[in-house]
């Protein structure tokens, strides 16, 4: 943009962006001024417009290479290799793909200046052998791919009759490494059938014109494009416009570049004649008018050059084989469907080398390292064409031609949107036509009139190409794009024969005529199948054909590649470049305004300008923009040390910009309208000389060295860090894939594939659980659920850390706490789940004695506890306070300093207590000892406390027995007695009626009990 500044007044505006109005005419004035003067490349933005001149000129050599490389977009003249260059650029600063859409009629221009841009990559790259090589077969796969994809229509004495994508791939520093070609659709129609004034393929005419004397004889052929009918339907074989000879050695050069070996090009040479002789085979009638080949001189030549038996061939060609459960018939064919097969056998077999050698071009460029490549993608696909008479390839060509128009639609509206969002600035919508809806009305599913001719090809009965016409109108008869002579007005009705439909194409209107398209979108495999059967080349492994094999639906494969294509182009950054056909007749310096208008209309380039303008003719990074005007303000020169965007604000106030001309963005400045910037600009030119006496550069030969190795640093330094970010991304690339493999593996047995996915869950899960452990040992429920492949190891860990725990715990607590503890375990094991007021008992400490200051028997050291009691007599169970005292070989009750009573632990025979909540205990005494007095029947407030000291002194724990219900106890040897435990409203201990002691439930253990006499 500041080249085109700069150069403004001389011819034009070279970005129309800084027109001064928006208007056509306007826009035409520019184009045709440029144009005049041989400057056939003008910006919009970054779109390139290209006016074919039909001339060389002489702007692609070394030194405009060199001009152009390295040197920002706007600061030269317009041209595809400033295109090329910033394209390249930004891909090795962002490090991602990108592709460039060249769109534009047919003869505007696409295919060259798509190989412009090849020969500029080429240039690019560096010169290594590998490099070379890799070079030299891109580029010389163009001539091959023209020789066998190009031909001349009306259009265009060069036409590509097919599309190409071209990927060109790139390692990190930049070097082109090798390429990739996806080709689409090729008009094998063209094989055997072409227009008034066009020709066929350019292989067959460079063959026969160029070939060597040997090689035609070899082949079977006469040096005469007359002689064969394939090759003279159009009546021009013989152009001045081309040279078939010295074609013929291009290719045959680039075929041996590109690595065709020797054999192989004498069998596609072969393939190549025999499509000659097959065209030149001619069928006479029987007796029944069928068709019948008798000893034909050019079936044998077929048969030898293809390695087929010659009678198997003529059986293809002049029967069909019909199959009946076990047997085979075969039906002879009348002449014209005999003419059928043997012009769709030679369509199959052009059309199977064409693939083929696209295939072998790929393998030849194909880069074999697996390093992260990036790619620049070349888009030259056959341009929007209209013929008198319109088939199905045009049908398929226009509807590619609105695809990318849609594409471009989207992505410039979407790109210049996203701009003015991400920045901030108001956005005004332009109006387009948005061709989405001719998009729908071909491709849509069900609907589109793909689906129908899909339907139509599969329908059983029969179908017909008007029945495909009539269920078209039935279907589309009202879409605004879509008419057929029924349909149309009376004056649009004389334009259309009864078998034509009528689409209005973005582009224009297109009449398509029916007949025929329902069987050029149905190859039929049946049909195809002599071709595969005879040909020799590409025999086909899958020659076991399966009897009802669906048959391929050209157009839906079509679709689904352009779809295919359409989305692996919108992940890449798109690059435009628009070409114009500037007139018919292929004349140089001519432009024909009413054409060139009509393209500029179609293309949707006043739109496209529009809506670069429709705020904003200009924008700029601050960065950019302060660098080059920051002389025009003394506040940022020679140094504005602060933010980008302040050093700007600073600048535009200084210049005086009005608010109403500009707007800040979050990262550019917006400039409303050209002449504010031209006056900025113009201030700039002034300012240049004084400029260059402040020049930081003095001259001298060291400050220049200086200059140099400064900026050889800064080139190393971003290259250095370049390699660094594609290291870090290879390396990622590779763990992604690990990870992504291990996890699909994570079952199988430990292999290379899963064992560091496996590692990292491991790792992971330990991670994980080392922040979640249980923090108590009475914590059960915390422990993280472990993957399946850590179970093991988990409930090891779990067993040890709990024991660690428990460890730690144990040696944390003191002799008296452990003291407690045994004595506790010793009352769990006896009363746990047995006793109900057990439960309650567990928070409360064992005391040593509960009797401090009474009045107790020494019973010196022997003496361990004491507890107060209320002993119940055995005779009326009257109620008497006493003290119990414990030593290790018996128990006494005592009433104030008296023994009462001495049992040995030897006769302690068993200890009984109720399940309930009450308090009472029943020592059993064995009665044989004189000295005891029946079993002992007391209450004691301590109950565990006591019982779990006397277990542990007496060793009893084995004797104790809760029961339900009662207890019997001895009263005296003999004589019996019992005590009953109930649950009752009111606690009571009492005599009960039948002599036994009743004890009704008591909840709190502590409460006296009331004794209710009996
Ligand atoms: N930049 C150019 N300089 C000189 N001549 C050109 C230029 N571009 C195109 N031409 C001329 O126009 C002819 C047609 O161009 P080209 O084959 O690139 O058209 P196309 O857009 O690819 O058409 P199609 O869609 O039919 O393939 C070329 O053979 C060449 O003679
Ligand atoms: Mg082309």
Redesign the pocket.
């Known amino acids: 943009m500041e080249g085109a500044l700069v150069a403004r007044d001389k011819v034009g505006i070279q970005d129309f962006v800084l027109l001064d109005e928006t208007t056509e005419t306007a826009f035409m004035e520019n184009l045709k001024k440029r144009f005049d003067k041989d400057l056939?490349y003008t910006y919009i933005g970054a779109l390139v417009v290209?006016v074919?001149?039909?001339?060389?000129?002489d702007?692609?050599n070394s030194n405009q290479m060199d001009l152009y490389m390295g040197v920002n977009f706007f600061e030269l003249p317009p041209h595809?290799f400033a295109l090329a260059d910033t394209v390249y650029h930004a891909m090795m600063l962002e490090l991602n793909n990108h592709f460039i859409l060249?769109s534009?009629?047919?003869?505007?221009?696409?295919?060259?200046?798509?190989?412009?841009i090849l020969q500029y990559y080429a240039a690019c790259s560096p010169e290594t052998d590998l490099l070379t090589s890799v070079r030299d077969k891109m580029l010389m796969s163009n001539p091959v791919l023209e020789a066998f994809g190009?031909a001349k229509?009306l259009?265009?004495?060069?036409?590509?009759?097919f599309g190409k994508y071209m990927d060109i791939q790139f390692n990190s520093e930049g070097e082109a490494l090798g390429g990739h070609i996806l080709n689409y659709l090729l008009e094998k129609s063209r094989v055997v059938h072409q227009n008034h004034g066009e020709r066929n393929f350019h292989i067959f005419y460079q063959l026969v014109e160029g070939g060597e004397e040997d090689l035609l004889h070899q082949l079977g052929l006469e040096r005469d494009c007359l002689y064969y009918n394939y090759l003279t339907q159009g009546e021009c074989a013989i152009m001045s416009s081309i040279n078939d000879k010295n074609d013929w050695k291009t290719v045959k050069n680039a075929l041996k570049v590109i690595e065709v070996s020797e054999s192989d090009r004498t069998d596609l040479f072969g393939v190549v004649a025999s499509v000659l002789h097959l065209g030149n085979v001619e069928f006479d009638p029987d007796s029944r008018g069928n068709a019948s080949l008798d000893n034909n001189t050019e079936l044998r030549w077929v048969s030898t050059l293809l390695g087929v038996n010659a009678q198997t061939l003529q059986e293809g060609l002049t029967y069909r084989k019909i199959r009946a459960q076990q047997d085979q018939v075969l039906s002879p064919f009348n002449i014209d469907h005999a003419i059928y097969v043997r012009d769709a056998l030679a369509k199959a077999m052009y059309g199977r080398t064409f693939t083929w050698l696209v295939r072998q071009i790929n393998e030849s460029m194909e880069n074999k390292d697996d390093t992260m490549k990036m790619v620049i993608g070349l888009l030259?696909?056959?341009?929007?064409?209209v013929f008198y008479v319109n088939s199905f390839e045009q049908f398929c060509i226009n509807y590619c031609n609105e695809k990318l128009q849609q594409l471009f639609i989207q992505l410039t509206l979407k790109s210049e949107q996203e701009e003015y969002e991400a920045e901030g600035i108001e956005w005004e919508a332009v109006q387009f036509f948005n061709n989405k809806i001719i998009c729908d009305l071909v491709e849509e599913r069900h609907r589109g009139i793909i689906s129908i001719l899909d339907e139509e090809c599969l329908r059983p009965g029969d179908a017909t190409d008007l029945t495909f016409l009539e269920r078209l109108e039935e279907k589309m008869g009202d879409h605004p794009h879509f008419v057929t002579h029924r349909l149309a007005d009376i004056t649009t009705r004389k334009t259309l024969d009864r078998g034509d439909f009528r689409l209005l194409h973005y582009a224009g209107e297109v009449t398509y005529c029916v007949v025929g398209k329902r069987d050029r979108h149905t190859q039929h495999t049946e049909r195809v199948r002599p071709s595969q059967q005879h040909t020799g080349r590409e025999r086909p492994s899958h020659s076991k054909y399966r009897e009802r094999e669906r048959p391929v639906q050209v157009a839906t494969q079509f679709k689904s590649s352009l779809l295919k294509l359409t989305e692996s182009l919108l992940a890449k950054d798109a690059w435009y470049v628009r070409?114009l056909?500037s007139n018919e007749s292929?004349k140089?310096g001519v432009l024909d305004e009413a054409l060139v208008r009509h393209q500029v209309k179609y293309l949707g380039l006043m739109e496209h300008l529009r809506v670069r303008r429709a705020g904003f003719a200009y924008r700029r990074r601050y960065e950019v923009f302060l660098q080059r005007y920051k002389a025009l303000c003394p506040a940022t020169w020679p140094h504005w040390l602060g933010l980008p965007m302040d050093g700007v604000q600073v600048l535009v106030q200084h210049l005086g910009y009005m608010p109403y001309e500009y707007k800040m963005g979050r990262t550019k400045i917006f400039i409303r309208h050209p002449k504010t910037l031209y006056a900025t600009e113009d201030a700039f030119e002034r300012c240049k000389h004084e400029l260059g006496e402040r020049k930081m550069c003095c001259g001298s030969n060291a400050c220049c060295l200086l200059r140099t190795k400064a900026f050889q640093m800064d080139v190393a330094w971003k290259a250095a860090q370049a390699r660094k970010e594609v290291e870090r991304r290879d390396w990622a690339v590779k763990v992604i894939k690990k990870f992504i493999n291990g996890f699909i593996n994570r079952g199988d047995a430990r292999s290379t594939d899963n064992s560091e996915y496996l590692a990292f869950v491991r790792q992971s899960y330990l991670n994980r659980l080392k922040l979640k452990l249980p923090q108590t040992v009475l914590d059960k429920t915390t422990w993280l659920t472990p993957p399946s492949v850590c179970q093991e190891a988990s409930e090891l860990l779990r067993k040890v850390y709990y024991r660690l725990m428990v460890r730690k715990y144990v040696r944390g607590i003191s002799q008296q706490k452990k003291g407690q503890l045994q004595m506790k375990v010793v009352t769990s094991a006896i009363f746990k789940g047995k006793k109900d007021s057990y439960p309650q008992s567990i928070t409360r400490s064992f005391l040593d004695t509960r009797i401090v200051n009474g009045h107790l028997v020494n019973l010196h050291s022997s003496q361990t506890y004491s507890v107060p009691v209320v002993k119940y007599d055995r005779k009326g169970f009257k109620p008497r306070p006493r003290q119990i005292l414990l030593t290790t070989s018996a128990a006494y009750l005592v009433e104030e300093a008296k023994i009462k009573q001495r049992v040995l632990y030897t006769s302690l025979k068993g200890i009984s207590v109720s399940n309930l909540t009450d308090d009472i205990v029943v020592l059993h005494i064995t009665c044989e000892d004189a000295k005891q007095k029946g079993d002992l029947v007391f209450q004691c407030d301590h109950l565990f406390e006591f019982l779990t000291k006397l277990s542990m002194l007496a060793n009893k724990q084995n004797a104790f027995q809760v029961v339900k219900g009662s207890i019997t106890i001895e009263i005296q040897s003999g004589k019996q007695g019992a005590v009953d435990f109930t649950t009752g409203p009111e606690p009571l201990v009492y005599k009960d009626k039948n002599g036994h002691l009743m004890v009704v439930r008591h909840p709190p253990p502590h409460t006296p009990y009331p004794l209710k006499s009996g």
Do not use: M, Q, V
Not at 52 to 57: E, R
Not at 104 to 116: D, F, L, P, V
Not at 155 to 161: C, E, G, L, T, V
């Open positions: 056939i290209s074919n001149p039909y001339k060389d000129l702007i692609y595809i060249i534009g009629e047919s003869g505007a221009g696409k295919t060259e200046a798509s190989k412009k190009n229509t259009k265009n004495d060069n036409s590509s009759r030259d696909i056959y341009g929007f064409e070409c056909k292929k140089p």
